[in-house]
């Protein structure tokens, strides 16, 4: 088991864990903007076992019905994240109508939110482990686990004040009002994951400021040859694809040609971790004019 599966093995446990809290909470309270925090932890264990399922399928190498590798399994868990982050949201607004409708005394307020607010700080923690790992080995499925724990988190701590202020005040049309708001940040968050998960199924391009490094390390490295273009480039989990023309003299010969090639393709690995390059070597009677301009 590599470290991006272990990592979302481990998410898996402790959204169990925090579950657990929050359904106690609500237990506690009876509050439904407390069960509108919990439902999104629902949705949390589900998506961190898909991102463990997509991990594991993920990291496996190519083979012959799938020779560019299994990377956009990952895409797959995070568009499985949003559908069901979609269907939570609606879950809570159901909710949150019954008790507009009824309102409801709340119970135990202050152990309950303490409860709450120890799974809120757990979430915190995780999530931020999960960003940062989730940069480190570009694994879209942890960084999309992190960033919805994060909404997580800001969902806890408006949810928090709010029942708090409900408790206190005694206006129990607070509660259902703020697991409305919570729904609603849910359901953005769920269209976000999807169209950004989306885009990665499409082949979609990274950064500009990406695509500019890799125009200046071939534009710097390929020194012999006259000029590249129809530059490419698309993302698939931790693997960037580039594929470019380069233009060399007629007259140079093909062991020279191919270790412009080799140059190239060392610097780009070494500043673009991950990359699957493919160049095309062509006579400069091809040449466009365009392009990246060898310096």
């Given at each position: 088991?590599?470290r991006?599966?272990?990592?979302?093995l481990?998410s898996?446990?402790v959204?169990?864990?925090?579950?657990a809290?929050?359904?106690?909470a609500?237990?506690?309270?009876?509050s439904?903007?407390?069960?509108s925090?919990?439902?999104e932890?629902?949705?949390?264990?589900?998506?961190?076992?898909?991102?463990?399922?997509?991990?594991?399928?993920?990291?496996?190498?190519?083979d012959?019905?799938?020779?560019?590798?299994?990377h956009k399994a990952?895409?797959?868990?995070?568009?499985?994240?949003?559908?069901?982050?979609v269907?939570a949201?609606?879950a809570?607004?159901?909710?949150?109508w019954?008790?507009?409708?009824?309102?409801?005394?709340?119970d135990?307020?202050?152990l309950?939110?303490?409860?709450?607010?120890?799974?809120?700080?757990?979430?915190?923690?995780?999530a931020r482990?999960?960003?940062?790992?989730?940069k480190r080995?570009?694994s879209?499925?942890?960084?999309a686990?992190?960033?919805h724990?994060?909404?997580d988190?800001w969902?806890?701590v408006g949810?928090?004040?709010g029942?708090a202020?409900?408790?206190?005040?005694?206006?129990?049309?607070?509660?259902?009002l703020l697991a409305?708001v919570?729904?609603?940040?849910?359901l953005?968050?769920?269209?976000?994951?999807?169209?950004?998960?989306v885009?990665?199924?499409?082949d979609?391009?990274?950064e500009?400021h990406?695509r500019d490094?890799i125009?200046?390390?071939i534009?710097?490295?390929a020194?012999?040859?006259?000029e590249?273009?129809?530059l490419?480039t698309?993302?698939a989990a931790?693997k960037?694809?580039?594929?470019?023309?380069l233009?060399?003299?007629?007259?140079m010969?093909?062991?020279?040609?191919?270790?412009i090639?080799?140059r190239?393709e060392?610097a780009?690995?070494?500043e673009?971790p991950?990359s699957i390059?493919?160049?095309?070597?062509?006579p400069?009677e091809?040449a466009?004019?365009?392009?990246i301009?060898v310096v």
């Open positions: 088991m590599n991006v599966s272990k990592i979302a481990g898996v446990f959204g169990i864990a925090v579950l809290l929050k359904f106690v609500f237990w506690l309270t009876g439904v903007a407390l069960y925090d919990a439902m932890s629902i949705v949390n264990v589900a998506s961190a076992f898909a991102a463990f399922i997509a991990a594991r399928y993920a990291s496996k190498p190519a012959q019905n799938h020779p560019y590798g299994h990952e895409y797959l868990a995070a568009v499985l994240e949003g559908v069901m982050i269907l949201a609606v809570i607004f159901y909710q949150a019954e008790a507009f409708r009824t309102p409801r005394f709340l135990q307020p202050t309950g939110l303490a409860v709450n607010g120890v799974a809120g700080l757990i979430n915190l923690v995780w482990y999960l960003i940062v790992s989730g080995f570009r879209p499925a942890l960084d686990d992190g960033r724990l994060m909404t988190v969902s806890s949810v928090i004040g029942v202020i409900a408790a206190w005040t005694g206006w129990l049309i607070l509660d259902p409305g919570v729904a609603l940040n849910v953005w968050s769920g269209w976000g994951l999807v169209r950004q998960s885009g990665g199924l499409m979609e391009a990274p500009p990406i490094h125009r200046s390390i534009s710097q490295r020194e012999g040859a006259l590249a273009h129809d490419r698309r993302r931790q960037t694809f580039i594929d470019f023309h233009v060399v003299p007629g007259s010969t093909v062991a020279d040609s191919h270790e090639c080799d190239i060392e780009l690995r070494a673009v991950g390059i493919t160049i095309h070597v062509e400069e091809k466009k004019h365009q392009g301009v």
